[in-house]
């Protein structure tokens, strides 16, 4: 990660107070949140290739919204969960896929792997504490609104191998995160996206 972005993800953080917020924030900062947090992820990966969007309801018998946007055009796909986010909860895909058809097999169309992810299920203040204290912590760590997500950025992506599974695959054991979620196929919530499984509704956010 450059300093510049760096700051850029600190800058939007910095503009809400604390984990949970209890306020809406401003719709420009919402917007400076994921489109920063998307550029960081995908940024090091070939711009030709697509990010896979989701949108779903606290109904799980509600067919899911999906849409691919090419990652030259984040400032779209930023645009599209954003008002996704209105009435559904919303996902990306954290590995770029190499077709535009989202009904593409979706273990088949990964082009990429940009970093390592754990999904941690459990809303407790020592999760922080337990990936911080990890030999590599992880770049950012995101409150998904009822537990937490750890993201670690590769210098460059590298190709889905099967080795690499198996390395997020202990990485979910040791950071006691859902095995589930350990595959290339993934996609995680938004950060700085609302989380509307339940009332109150509260937001994906970086933790300071």
Request: charged share 25%.
């Amino acid at each position: 990660m450059t300093p510049a972005s760096e700051n850029l993800i600190l800058d939007a953080c910095r503009t809400f107070d604390g984990v949970v917020l209890a306020v809406e924030p401003d719709a420009q900062e919402q917007r400076l949140g994921v489109r920063h947090f998307l550029g960081w992820w995908f940024g090091k990966c070939d711009p030709t290739l697509y990010v896979d969007l989701r949108a779903f309801t606290s109904n799980r018998k509600d067919p899911p919204w999906t849409q691919r946007v090419q990652l030259a055009d984040l400032d779209a796909a930023t645009d599209i969960l954003l008002r996704w986010n209105e009435t559904r909860c919303v996902y990306f895909s954290v590995c770029p896929r190499t077709s535009a058809d989202p009904a593409a097999r979706k273990r088949d169309g990964v082009a990429c792997v940009p970093g390592f992810w754990v999904d941690v299920d459990t809303d407790t203040p020592d999760i922080v504490s337990r990936l911080r204290g990890f030999t590599k912590p992880p770049d950012h760590i995101v409150h998904s609104g009822h537990g937490y997500h750890g993201f670690w950025c590769f210098d460059a992506p590298v190709p889905p191998a099967a080795e690499l599974k198996n390395t997020l695959k202990i990485l979910a054991r040791v950071l006691g995160g859902d095995p589930a979620c350990a595959e290339f196929a993934r996609v995680m919530r938004v950060p700085f996206t609302w989380n509307r499984k339940q009332d109150p509704h509260v937001q994906a956010r970086v933790v300071p």
